[in-house]
């Protein structure tokens, strides 16, 4: 409790500074106020995952750790990014392919046992452990906003973003179907039988295998619509 309370200040702390930041910056720069709303609204996910009472949770409840890790790779990640876009000029240039295993790699590196248990041993590799789906995060979306450009689309996306859910779909139906406990350091919380983790490992499976389907699969049918959309206009034109 006492690591969890200096923990939360800490991650108040940065994320103040980052709002000072951000609005300097952004009055001197963006002033847009969707792409402020959209930092503001990213921190406050960030906060949210890592600072709240959900942050202690995810000590003995899978579930709550998944919510944690979805949060910060799917919400807080993109709107991070979002907000930030017009401040990046021309852009990092990170191929596609890295920012995808990034994004993929990090999801399986982290929910693999032993690494898994790692994570939950001390403050400091949990600690590790968040800021490198953050990271991850903000390169997966990456070639998704293409901030710097205005949020150009490619075919290539729908593609990127539907082979990103069929890892986390493994994931998610292994941890859902399995039938055994696959990360022990939760049979060891006081008054949680293997039935009830069992439970909870299956409900973290199913939350995952559906939030990932809608937040990758979402902005692929949005992208592709709008790709589509100007030679639908030009079709319709033609045939005037």
């Not at 000029?89 to 046992?113: D, F, K, Q």
């Not at 903000?138 to 990103?164: D, N």
């Not at 949005?222 to 033609?238: F, H, V």
């Amino acid at each position: 409790m006492h690591h969890h309370g200096s923990w939360s200040i800490n991650i108040t702390v940065v994320l103040s500074i980052a709002v000072v930041l951000y609005s300097r910056a952004w009055r001197m720069t963006v002033r847009d106020t969707r792409r402020l709303a959209a930092f503001f609204a990213g921190l406050l996910v960030l906060w949210i995952a890592l600072a709240s009472p959900l942050a202690q949770l995810d000590q003995e409840n899978l579930t709550a750790h998944m919510v944690q890790h979805l949060l910060i790779m799917t919400v807080a990640a993109p709107l991070l990014l979002w907000g930030v876009g017009r401040m990046m000029g021309s852009g990092i240039g990170v191929h596609p392919v890295v920012c995808w295993l990034a994004g993929t790699g990090v999801v399986v590196w982290w929910h693999i046992p032993t690494i898994f248990e790692l994570g939950m041993s001390s403050a400091a590799w949990h600690g590790i452990e968040q800021a490198t789906f953050l990271v991850a995060g903000l390169l997966f979306w990456l070639p998704v906003l293409e901030p710097w450009s205005g949020g150009t689309s490619r075919w290539s996306i729908p593609l990127y973003l539907f082979l990103a859910t069929l890892p986390c779909d493994a994931l998610s139906a292994f941890l859902t179907f399995c039938g055994h406990v696959v990360y022990g350091s939760y049979l060891t919380e006081p008054g949680f039988s293997e039935t009830a983790v069992l439970v909870d490992q299956a409900c973290a499976g199913a939350l995952m295998w559906v939030w990932v389907t809608f937040a990758y699969l979402f902005p692929a049918v949005g992208i592709t619509l709008r790709i589509l959309a100007p030679r639908a206009i030009d079709s319709e034109m033609k045939v005037a």
